[in-house]
């Protein structure tokens, strides 16, 4: 079964803080590494993502962090801020077979920025 | 553009009542997935969707049922239902085989 391990479970960081969240995975094929965050009583949303031939990408506050020998990658949010509290997803993409493609989700990261 | 729009949202069952959650999306997107979210536990794929009239299973398929007779609508149909079954349920969308998913305000489903 295809797995994606993530932690911490939960984080409490003070405002301007840089919560780090990890995630680790085992099979080879995954190749797109996609973020989501979830607030309450909310869908998903995309936040990031990045491909296996990058080691690192930022989008403002964000950065994916991709280690491809240790099959690992991680979240960083410079400058962390109260509305950044929400859980947030890892994900990985695997070709199941033709043109299908399936998002494997990690259990999740329950933030909370304090002021 | 109302993106993702998913109905009912909230709603409680007895063990053994059937219903459908009702999914549409105005972005003329060809995927099409049902996800099921129970707490600390993620998401998890149920059915999937790559066009009008194809679909597939996902990780836990049991006890569901789909169909996709436009390009816009994809419910999710309940037969029997469990305890089980218990969980927030998201519909997402995407334009692409690989890349964003947009998912929509979810339902809670609750069967007693």
């Known amino acids: 079964q295809q797995q994606v391990k993530q932690s911490p479970q939960s984080l409490i960081v003070q405002k301007g803080g840089i919560p780090i969240i990890n995630c680790a995975y085992e099979n080879t094929a995954f190749d797109y590494f996609p973020w989501y965050q979830q607030f309450p009583g909310k869908g998903p949303a995309l936040l990031i993502a990045?491909?296996?031939?990058?080691s690192e990408k930022k989008e403002g506050r964000f950065t994916i962090s991709f280690n491809k020998s240790a099959k690992q990658f991680s979240l960083h949010i410079m400058d962390s801020q109260p509305g950044d509290s929400a859980t947030y997803f890892c994900a990985a993409s695997y070709n199941s077979g033709g043109s299908n493609y399936k998002l494997t989700f990690g259990k999740g990261t329950l933030l909370t920025v304090n002021p | 553009n109302a993106g993702v729009t998913q109905t009912p949202k909230f709603r409680i069952l007895k063990i053994g009542q059937s219903m459908t959650l009702q999914c549409a999306q105005d972005?003329?997107?060809?995927?099409m997935y049902w996800y099921r979210q129970d707490p600390g536990m993620g998401l998890k794929l149920i059915y999937y969707?790559?066009?009008?009239?194809?679909?597939d299973k996902g990780e836990v398929p049991n006890g569901y049922n789909v169909s996709r007779s436009t390009t816009e609508d994809f419910p999710l149909r309940l037969e029997l239902a469990a305890p089980s079954q218990t969980s927030v349920y998201f519909c997402?969308?995407?334009?692409?085989?690989?890349?964003?998913?947009?998912f929509g305000p979810g339902t809670r489903l609750t069967v007693l």
């Open positions: 997402a969308s995407s334009s692409f085989a690989v890349g964003e998913q947009f």
């Open positions: 969707s790559v066009g009008a009239g194809i679909t």
């Open positions: 972005m003329n997107h060809n995927y």
């Open positions: 990045i491909r296996p031939d990058v």
